[in-house]
């Protein structure tokens, strides 16, 4: 079935309270809604076209992480279509790619976990032979698995690249209480992930969290994992079947879209190159089979 063009943008009669590079965030009020479009950056820069129902496949993907750790506080508040307020469901093309959740305080540092030496972490280590601050043994390569999954947070920039920031500059953004909390919290989520992906036959190399601080809660102020959950935009998930230490495995994320725009000799500073049929159905293909593969179900689409 050929699917039904990219979803680009947008434009709803609500307050929009954020345009990102993939989601648009409108204020309902006491709730945010969550938007995720089809659109696709890499190194830092939206590219063109869209990946058709690439907004309809993290959404649910990172629903379903949630749930599957029901037991960590996350931002969801709604996600039944027909609970949503009559004005969203006015806009069927939002199905299916819509959340609401609460309203929190972003703490503003991305929180990387790592299982595995590959892209900034394995420049950085073949540099100083240390990720983030934390020294590691000397000998690994490409895809090396680690003695044991690090914490190596990262700025998080409205322009340009994230840059990856060591645990003490972390303390001094966000504080050591706060920072403890988010690297364990980060890891623990990590480590329990990866070991479900592992029976689906998946490698989480590595993942980013967002998190927040809702504010308004009953019991104080509590750490809220926000955002999206192990997807294919903020992991690389590997095929347990091809890994081998010393090369890049074929992933299921936008890794594929990467290795394409290296192939062009595009500056990454220049208008980027459009992409090509082919490699956009690629993509999306490769969302699908992350979905089904990690949850043994099929997306609404």
């Known amino acids: 079935m050929t699917p ?27 709730t945010y809604l969550f938007v995720a479009t089809d659109r696709i950056s890499a190194f830092d820069v939206v590219l063109s076209p869209g990946i058709p129902d690439k907004g309809k496949i993290l959404t649910q993907m990172s629903t379903f992480w949630f749930r599957h750790f029901g037991d960590i506080e996350n931002h969801l508040v709604e996600t039944e279509w027909d609970a949503f307020p009559a004005e969203v469901r006015a806009h069927a093309e939002l199905r ?11 703490v503003p540092v991305e ?8 892209g900034s972490g394995l420049k950085e280590y073949k540099e100083t032979g240390k990720v983030c601050g934390i020294k590691l043994e000397r000998g690994l390569t490409t895809a090396s698995r680690l003695r044991e999954p690090i914490f190596t947070p990262a700025t998080k920039e409205e322009t340009g690249h994230d840059e990856n920031i060591s645990f003490e500059r972390m303390c001094a953004i966000v504080g050591d209480d706060l ?8 890891l623990r989520i990590y480590q329990r992930a990866a070991a ?24 104080g102020n509590i750490v809220v994992w926000i955002d999206e959950a192990l997807t294919p935009d903020s992991s690389r998930f590997w095929p347990a079947d091809k890994y081998a230490v010393g090369s890049n495995p074929p992933s299921f994320d936008k890794q594929f879209v990467r290795d394409w725009l290296e192939t062009t000799g595009w500056d990454k500073t220049s208008a980027p190159p459009e992409l090509p049929d082919e490699v956009v159905m690629k ?9 089904r593969t990690l949850t043994g179900g099929e997306p609404e689409l």
């Not at 063009?5 to 009020?29: F, H, I, N, Q, W």
């Not at 920072?179 to 980060?186: H, K």
């Not at 479900?196 to 019991?219: L, P, S, V, W």
Request: aromatic letters at 8%; a positive charge; glycine letters at 6%.
């Open 283 to 291: 993509t999306r293909e490769k969302y699908i089979e992350a979905f």
């Open 196 to 219: 479900y992906a592992e029976t689906r036959g998946i490698i989480i190399a590595d993942t980013k969290f967002e998190f927040g601080i809702d504010e308004h809660a009953t019991r």
């Open 111 to 118: 929180c990387v976990a790592r299982g595995y030496l590959v």
């Open 179 to 186: 920072a403890a909390q988010l690297r364990d919290l980060t």
């Open 4 to 30: 039904m063009p990219a979803l680009l943008e947008t434009s709803l009669p609500l307050p929009l309270a954020r345009r990102g590079k993939v989601r648009d965030v409108y204020d309902l009020g006491d």
């Open 96 to 106: 299916g790619r819509s959340v609401i959740v609460r309203k929190c305080k972003v």
